[in-house]
């Protein structure tokens, strides 16, 4: 007879699973998943999910403020230093000063955080690729489409509750 622990993972059937659940809540899965699929492909190279987040950013644009990519990345400030400051010490990123304004530090790739972009977009590729399996690309493109104009009419209602005064509330603590 065999362990419990010896035996495979086995998948569940989703769509029975959550066939009565709102497209948030099904969303907010897919994007855990995603988010774990990567980092188990990442984890084989040393960079944490966090770090990834910064690299995507950074390598389509360097010399960006730490601000810039608190905005960019939707993450607190302190959560950005810190994942800077481990990047750093890794020697993928360094912060410089400009002329004219001592306070603020840009963030630039070293070279080794440039090489590791051929390292490591093929992995999120091989990560998209395994989640969407089996999905035509003409349904992959609605997806994508849909998902698009999902995030611009959130953005929106987000624009529109700060224009009348609401506050976004802390979302630690909080389960969705």
């Given at each position: 007879?065999?362990?419990?622990?010896?035996?495979?993972p086995?998948?569940?059937?989703?769509?029975?699973?959550?066939s009565d659940?709102?497209?948030?809540?099904?969303?907010?899965?897919?994007?855990?998943?995603?988010?774990?699929?990567?980092s188990?492909?990442?984890?084989?190279?040393?960079?944490p999910?966090?770090?990834?987040?910064?690299?995507?950013i950074?390598?389509?644009?360097?010399?960006?403020?730490?601000?810039?990519?608190?905005?960019?990345?939707?993450?607190t400030e302190?959560?950005?230093?810190?994942?800077?400051?481990?990047?750093?010490k890794?020697d993928i990123?360094?912060?410089?000063?400009?002329?004219?304004?001592?306070?603020?530090?840009?963030v630039?790739?070293?070279?080794?955080?440039?090489?590791?972009?051929?390292?490591?977009?093929?992995?999120?590729?091989?990560?998209?690729?395994?989640?969407?399996?089996g999905?035509?690309?003409?349904?992959?493109?609605?997806?994508?489409?849909?998902?698009?104009?999902?995030?611009?009419?959130?953005?929106r209602?987000?624009?529109?509750?700060a224009?009348?005064?609401?506050k976004?509330?802390?979302?630690?603590?909080f389960?969705?």
């Open positions: 007879m065999k362990d419990q622990r010896d035996t495979e086995t998948a569940v059937d989703h769509a029975a699973r959550y659940e709102r497209v948030a809540h099904v969303v907010r899965l897919c994007a855990r998943g995603f988010n774990r699929s990567l188990r492909r990442l984890a084989e190279h040393g960079i999910f966090g770090q990834w987040v910064f690299l995507r950074l390598w389509k644009q360097e010399g960006l403020t730490q601000k810039d990519l608190s905005e960019q990345a939707s993450l302190p959560t950005v230093h810190s994942a800077l400051t481990r990047l750093e890794a990123v360094e912060r410089r000063t400009e002329a004219g304004n001592r306070r603020k530090q840009h630039y790739l070293t070279q080794k955080g440039r090489d590791l972009r051929a390292v490591l977009e093929p992995l999120a590729v091989d990560a998209n690729e395994t989640a969407l399996r999905i035509p690309a003409e349904d992959r493109e609605r997806l994508h489409q849909n998902l698009l104009a999902i995030l611009e009419n959130l953005s209602d987000e624009a529109e509750a224009e009348a005064g609401v976004l509330p802390p979302t630690r603590g389960a969705v």
